[in-house]
Structure formats: C-alpha cells, structure tokens
T-cell receptor, first 113, second 114 residues
Framework: DTAVSQTPKYLVTQMGNDKSIKCEQN?????MYWYKQDSKKFLKIMFS???????INETVPNRFSPKSPDKAHLNLHINSLELGDSAVYFC????????????FGQGTRLTVV | GESVGLHLPTLSVQEGDNSIINCAYS??????FIWYKQESGKGPQFIID?????DKRQGQRVTVLLNKTVKHLSLQIAATQPGDSAVYFC?????????????FGGGTRVLVKP
C-alpha cells in the first residue's frame, strides 16, 4: 500500500542512452512532481503537473520529458543521458490545495557511466 | 535571488539531549514552511509544517519556531534518539495559486551519539 512508488530504484546506464523512470501515487492527489537530488543532497524541483497539465518547468534541459497519462502517474523520460544527469530523482505528490505538504517516493538512483 | 538555507551542515548530539536545527529564508512573501527528514536511501518524510500566521507549532517531540522579523526558522527535537539520525531539510512553499512549489534548503545532517 505504498503511497508514492517509483521504479526502478536503481538505474545504471551508459552515456547517450535513453531511459525512463515511472511514478505512481495512490493518494488521490491532483499534483505530482519530479525533484532531483545531487551528490551534495541538494533537492531541486524539476517539474510539477496538476491533473496531467504541466505547471512548473524549472529550466530543465529538453532532454528531460515528463509525461502524465493520468493524474495518478507521472513518468520521466530522459534522452541522450549525460554524466551530469547522475543523481537521485524523487517523485512526489500533493493535494491541489495551496500550502500542503508533498509526499515523496523512495527515489531512483541514476548512475550514468 | 530568493533562497532557503541552513546555518549548520552537521550537528552531533548526545542521545537524550535536545537538538536545534536552524534555517534562514530570504523570501519575505513566503507563507508556508515545512521540515522534512531524510534517512539514508529513502525519500524526504514530512515532520512538521507551519504557516506564516503562527510563530510556533508543536508535534510529537518536535517544535518548529518561525521568526518572520529575521526570516528564521528552527526545528527543535526533544530527547534526541538514535532513530533521529538523518538529514533534515527546511522547505519554503513558493508556488502560490499555481500550486505547491517547494524550495529546499541545503540540509543539516544530525548524528546522534549513544
């Protein structure tokens, strides 16, 4: 009965490859996010979606393309992976209401070699 | 630019003592703040939140204090336990009507010594 689940948990791939990370939430939330955490633990928002509509895009390279087939899912596809893309990617969700907490998944550790 | 930051990157505390983690923010328009705890290999976990119309909020063993005058936020953990060892983040919600957008501080690692 995991609230926010992401797959895979670990992903090791070569430079230039294309990969996807999947996220699903069963909390009935309208808003979903992708965050990136670098090696220094700094967390930064990448995207947010409200009911499948893109709301926030924090100047992320267009190699990163989120896709939301329905409000319970937000997948992240990354083209032409680079070494600098290595990080932990967190999916999160929250109710649509303003000023509410976000619930985070367990993270996907992406390593580009 | 606007930012949320922490004063101490690492805090070592004796088991049973109280811990205080500090956070400074620069966006005076911020009206909602959250403290998250992140254990190794896990995602951030909500601890406690506070709205700008309050200056103190208490939870179970945790208290958040907000000083809007100096734009400072703190998290106090009473009787720190080994399970409290983690990285703690303060976050500011700056999304407004468009939705929630959490801006995180750099994190403070808390190490509990037995």
């Amino acid at each position: 009965d995991t609230a926010v689940s992401q797959t895979p948990k670990y992903l090791v791939t070569q430079m230039g490859n294309d990969k996807s990370i999947k996220c699903e939430q069963n909390l009935g939330h309208d808003t979903m996010y992708w965050y990136k955490q670098d090696s220094k633990k700094f967390l930064k928002i990448m995207f947010s979606y409200n009911n499948k509509e893109l709301i926030i895009n924090e100047t992320v390279p267009n190699r990163f393309s989120p896709k939301s087939p329905d409000k319970a899912h937000l997948n992240l596809h990354i083209n032409s992976l680079e070494l600098g893309d290595s990080a932990v990617y967190f999916c999160a969700s929250s109710p649509l209401a303003e000023n509410t907490e976000a619930f985070f998944g367990q993270g996907t550790r992406l390593t580009v070699v | 630019g606007e930012s949320v930051g922490l004063h101490l990157p690492t805090l070592s505390v004796q088991e049973g003592d109280n811990s205080i983690i500090n956070c400074a923010y620069s966006n005076s328009a911020s009206d909602y703040f959250i403290w998250y705890k992140q254990e190794s290999g896990k995602g951030p976990q909500f601890i406690i939140d506070i709205r700008s119309n309050m200056d103190k909020r208490q939870g179970q063993r945790v208290t958040v204090l907000l000083n809007k005058t100096v734009k400072h936020l703190s998290l106090q953990i009473a009787a720190t336990q080994p399970g409290d060892s983690a990285v703690y983040f303060c976050a500011e919600n700056s999304g407004g009507a468009a939705g929630n957008k959490l801006t995180f501080g750099g994190g403070t690692r808390v190490l509990v010594k037995p």
